[in-house]
């Protein structure tokens, strides 16, 4: 499987945006989605993720209430809806999927991960 995230872009405060996450190749429903973030200087973190369609959803602290991840195994795709933004949600957000295995531990830390998609850029100005 390979990973295509795009839908970044420079928005203002408060401002939407939903990333989406393309998946080639087979069996996406076979892993859990994940999102992780990358601001400069900071090391990444994880934002959410999602083991199956319509399933419980996982989300960092500081992102609960604002962000909702989804996904279409149909498509294979996945999506980040942002709302609310803020500057501090500035960063580079990738895709990740793990296998459906992986305990919830392990996509935190993203060790767990062992599919990236590449970063699309989230600039959020105040």
């Known amino acids: 499987v390979q990973l295509q995230a795009f839908g970044g872009g420079l928005v203002q405060a408060g401002d939407s945006l939903r990333l989406t996450c393309g998946a080639s190749?087979?069996?996406?429903?076979?892993?859990?989605l994940a999102w992780f973030r990358q601001a400069p200087g900071k090391e990444r973190e994880f934002v959410a993720a999602?083991?199956?369609?319509?399933?419980?959803?996982y989300y960092a602290d500081s992102v609960k209430g604002r962000f909702t991840i989804s996904r279409d195994n149909a498509k294979g795709t996945g999506y980040l809806q942002m709302n609310s933004l803020r500057p501090e949600d500035t960063a580079v957000y990738y895709c990740a999927l793990a296998p459906q295995s992986t305990i919830l531990s392990s996509i935190y830390t993203a060790r767990g991960v062992n599919i990236w998609g590449q970063g699309t850029l989230v600039t959020v100005s105040s």
């Open positions: 999602l083991r199956r369609s319509g399933g419980t959803t």
């Open positions: 190749g087979q069996s996406f429903s076979a892993y859990v």
